[in-house]
């Protein structure tokens, strides 16, 4: 930036203010030209990640994928404070159950024994249970 306007402050004290014009033009088309490029591929990546339906973060090698993430302990081992509905949903997929509450909304997961996520009134996360291991039954003696 410093260069540029040393150069332009060269050409002025010179007197050729039709060169600089041409000077500032020229450099302002190309770089134009060039955002328009990065525009355009952002907006096809963009349209890329808008087809796609979300899938969970967490989700397991496809091979041994499962439908269920919430199920899956380092899904919730990624949760924050903080984040999105959006950012839980790809994390942990859809919820069993959903309720509003007076100034919060809990998702449930009833499946994975009891696990639910509550957000705020901003719709972020502000806590969460995680779900509870079944207790093994006592071995027979």
Do not use: H
């Amino acid at each position: 930036m410093r260069s540029t306007v040393a150069a332009l402050a060269c050409l002025l004290a010179l007197g050729d203010a039709p060169a600089l014009a041409q000077s500032v033009r020229e450099a302002s088309c190309a770089r134009a030209t060039e955002l328009e490029g990065v525009v355009a591929a952002l907006e096809a990546r963009i349209r890329i990640l808008e087809s796609q339906p979300p899938t969970p973060e967490c989700a397991l090698a496809p091979a041994a994928a499962s439908s269920r993430p919430w199920e899956d302990p380092r899904c919730w081992g990624r949760l924050r404070r903080g984040m999105t509905r959006f950012e839980v949903l790809r994390l942990l997929g859809d919820p069993g159950k959903a309720s509003v509450y007076d100034g919060f909304e809990r998702w449930e997961y009833p499946a994975a024994l009891g696990a639910r996520v509550n957000f705020d009134d901003r719709g972020e996360v502000a806590s969460w249970s995680p779900r509870r291991q079944r207790l093994a039954a006592p071995a027979a003696k």
